[in-house]
């Protein structure tokens, strides 16, 4: 983390309360974040990142949250605030999801969580679509199939437990690449619902999407009437010898 830190105790003031009450909040409900964060431990927030709000730099928005780079005491953690405008009333639903991907170590771990905010691990690296575009190189068909491979290992992990993540089918937003991939934001994720992990991810990878296109461009992709039968097999018993299928006919198989 560099060394702009904003201490909490700023971000009840602007331009800062726009990320602490995105998109708006009283100067109560701001007053009641900053006592919620001082509780958790969070003592500064560091404003940098990607995506841009009114001149701001965060790590990224959805629907339910704000994603800031923060101190928890000495340590760099991702803090997700949740949004005023938000269709959740709390933010524990999200957490519960997040803590039971981990216990098949999937997701970032949770740290800590309350009602309006999740604290987990800041995951370094790069949005899958980016760090592929910059492979370059020997062995660079090679470390994409040992990342995507990995990529699709935890998504069967996550039907095996039936935790269905809900947006893979938008992967490139869902997935950072660092030493190792890893799949963020649970925050559409349900175990009340059939598990799509794999099927989304195979196809917002290999089958007609901006990542797609990029992948194939280093590692041959199989014909997409191929694919679809495995997919369909996997999609009515997500077996591990089906999946296995998928990770053959994608040329991802270990012999």
């Not at 007609?208 to 009515?236: F, M, Q, T």
Request: glycine share 6%; hydrophobic share 35%.
């Amino acid at each position: 983390m560099n060394s702009s830190l904003v201490p909490i105790s700023k971000l009840v003031k602007e331009p800062y309360s726009l990320i602490l009450g995105y998109p708006k909040a009283t100067k109560g409900e701001l007053t009641k974040r900053h006592a919620e964060l001082k509780k958790l431990g969070v003592t500064a927030v560091s404003f940098q990142g990607e995506t841009i709000l009114n001149n701001i730099h965060v790590l990224g928005k959805g629907y339910v949250g704000v994603v800031v780079l923060s101190k928890l005491h000495k340590k760099d953690v991702a803090l997700k605030i949740r949004r005023i405008d938000s269709s959740r009333s709390e933010m524990k639903s999200e957490a519960k999801l997040l803590k039971l991907a981990n216990k098949v170590n999937v997701g970032p771990k949770l740290i800590d969580s309350s009602k309006n905010f999740i604290i987990m691990d800041y995951v370094v690296g790069q949005k899958i679509t980016d760090w592929v575009r910059e492979l370059k190189g020997r062995g660079s068909a090679a470390k994409l199939k040992s990342i995507v491979r990995q990529v699709l290992e935890d998504c069967h992990t996550l039907d095996t437990i039936h935790l269905d993540h809900g947006e893979l089918s938008y992967i490139h937003k869902h997935v950072i690449v660092g030493e190792s991939p890893c799949i963020i934001d649970f925050e559409s994720g349900s175990t009340n619902r059939r598990t799509s992990n794999v099927t989304s991810a195979t196809q917002s990878i290999f089958i007609g999407s901006a990542l797609s296109s990029v992948v194939k461009n280093i590692i041959k992709i199989p014909n997409k009437k191929k694919l679809i039968d495995p997919l369909k097999k996997y999609k009515h018993e997500q077996s591990r010898e089906n999946f296995d299928q998928i990770l053959k006919m994608l040329g991802l198989d270990k012999s």
